[in-house]
């Protein structure tokens, strides 16, 4: 019997955008995810590129508003959108704060109550669901992973955690120095204990200490509302720089935090990804 409940399936790009539940061993509670399935998986199976939402997402944001899908058929890859968070009556939340609980899972292992039993989307992305989805889908263990924002943070530290687990790494507007901007330091201290234990979550930290030197494209626009305050991609190059770890760090003029910029850029990196993934 499958793990995997399938709650809608729709026809598109000549392949199926699927929308799947299944109870988390991470998380302690029932999560969501899409997958759209390119043409090509009805021949046999394809690589995936995993997209990582921001906060206040869903699992649906990516799949409705980026336009990812023609990309996607046409280079015969999968894609994998997960929930930000877990979600249920038993989750806690802070239903006053956008940027914190449901919503704001922001890709960590929390250690501190009331958040440690449930907010664990670190492993969820980075072992559970991939596990569950090679095992269920017509999907080879061949992955890469970008992301948005909270969810742009975290593929690089997926990236960065886990030399050999992905074939490439990129990022739209991605939370570059987590330790050092408010989101960041206001989920640390409350799932964490403390801003510092929250350095082995933060991307510009982990640079000096990767094994494996993929290269980091980030495209970030110049005209994003949270871009010096929160996001800081010159802290994240200074230390790509100094630790001499490749990273492709495109400013976009004229551009904002939202999925139009998104949509712009998406082709260039599902070419990015498709490469590796067929490398």
Request: net charge negative; aromatic share 10%.
């Amino acid at each position: 019997m499958s793990a995997l409940t399938e709650i809608e399936r729709v026809k598109m790009c000549e392949g199926w955008l699927v929308t799947y539940e299944h109870m988390s061993a991470s998380n302690h509670c029932t999560m969501r995810f899409s997958v759209f399935l390119p043409p090509q998986a009805e021949h046999g199976k394809v690589p995936a590129l995993y997209f990582l939402s921001g906060l206040t997402c869903t699992d649906e944001n990516f799949m409705v508003k980026a336009g990812a899908q023609v990309h996607a058929a046409e280079h015969g890859v999968a894609l994998i959108a997960p929930d930000t968070s877990p979600r249920g009556d038993e989750v806690p939340d802070d239903p006053d704060a956008y940027d914190y609980g449901k919503g704001a899972g922001f890709y960590v292992n929390a250690t501190e109550e009331p958040m440690a039993t449930h907010y664990h989307m670190y492993d969820y992305v980075v072992d559970e669901l991939p596990a569950l989805i090679e095992s269920e889908l017509p999907i080879r263990d061949a992955r890469s992973v970008t992301g948005h924002s909270m969810g742009g943070h975290g593929a690089l530290i997926v990236a960065l955690k886990n030399p050999g687990k992905y074939r490439s790494v990129s990022a739209f507007a991605p939370i570059c120095a987590p330790t050092q901007c408010p989101w960041g330091e206001k989920i640390f201290n409350g799932y964490l204990g403390s801003v510092e234990a929250g350095a082995e979550y933060d991307a510009t930290r982990l640079v000096s200490q990767a094994q494996e030197k993929l290269t980091l494209l980030i495209d970030q626009g110049d005209d994003d509302e949270f871009l010096i305050e929160q996001l800081k991609p010159q802290l994240l190059e200074a230390a790509c720089q100094e630790h001499d770890h490749p990273l492709e760090l495109r400013m976009r003029s004229g551009y904002d935090h939202s999925y139009f910029f998104i949509q712009t850029f998406i082709g260039e990196h599902i070419a990015h990804h498709a490469k590796a993934l067929k490398g």
